[in-house]
């Protein structure tokens, strides 16, 4: 079974900070992963994802995501902090192996990390 | 353009009404989805709708009863609703389900939900 881990409920960083929001994650086979975002009150909304090449992924807004296999990890990170990106972020993974079907292979998502960036 | 609409933002209804909550994409998506989601909690998944057929349904009581009239369109119709029903329902789309290799990697895009409280 796949699951995913965000160890964090809760972070704060200063405005105009580096920020990172951990997640990692279990899958058998190759991993597909996902950053979502939620503003209050809204729905989610994508920011990047892994599927395979270079480790480091560029999203919106200034996000990016390195995968680290060895570490099994899919960190969320950005330069510099805004006061804005204060939001719920959700990892989420799908796990690409062959023998997986239907339920198997939809996104399992993290518990989610409140983010508060601080002025 | 990665829009999905949900209409109605919000909804109250009793333990005895019968409602519909609404999704459109015009994305040409080929698979669509509920979810719900309670405060602060990741989104369940309910129902998968590939190319207008039910896919998955994750055990949902038939209270919550999903239709798919079109490749644009997902309906939830709601009747009979218990008070622990209240949540954010979202839908979202992708341009196809998840079944084969070439799917896993696809996006989901979500809409910005319909927050549904029962009395």
């Known amino acids: 079974a796949q699951s995913v881990a965000q160890p964090e409920d809760q972070v704060n960083v200063a405005e105009g900070n580096p920020l990172t929001v951990k997640c990692t994650y279990s899958?058998?086979?190759?991993?597909?992963l996902f950053w979502y975002v939620q503003y209050p009150n809204r729905g989610l909304q994508f920011l990047l994802k892994y599927i395979t090449g270079d480790n480091l992924v560029k999203g919106s807004y200034g996000f990016e995501a390195e995968f680290n296999k060895s570490q099994t990890s899919f960190h969320l990170k950005k330069p510099s902090a805004l006061v804005s990106d204060s939001a719920l972020y959700f990892c989420?993974?799908?796990?690409?192996?062959?023998?997986?079907?239907?339920?198997?292979?939809?996104?399992?998502f993290g518990s989610g990390t409140q983010l508060t960036v601080v002025p | 353009d990665t829009e999905v609409t949900q209409t109605p933002k919000h909804l109250v209804m009793g333990m005895t009404n019968k409602k519909s909550l609404k999704c459109e994409q015009h994305m040409g998506h080929r698979a669509m989805y509920w979810y719900k989601q309670k405060a602060k909690k990741p989104p369940e998944l309910m129902f998968v709708y590939s190319y207008e057929k039910l896919s998955i349904n994750e055990s949902v009581p038939s209270r919550f009863s999903p239709e798919c009239p079109n490749s644009s369109l997902l309906n939830l119709h709601l009747h009979a609703l218990q008070p622990e029903d209240s949540a954010l329902y979202l839908c979202?789309?992708?341009?196809?389900?998840?079944?084969?290799?070439?799917?896993?990697?696809?996006?989901?895009?979500f809409g910005p939900g319909t927050r549904l409280l029962v009395l």
């Open positions: 899958v058998s086979g190759n991993p597909y």
């Open positions: 989420a993974v799908r796990g690409g192996t062959s023998i997986s079907s239907g339920s198997a292979r939809q996104l399992t």
């Open positions: 979202a789309s992708s341009r196809t389900a998840a079944w084969g290799l070439a799917g896993v990697g696809e996006t989901q895009y």
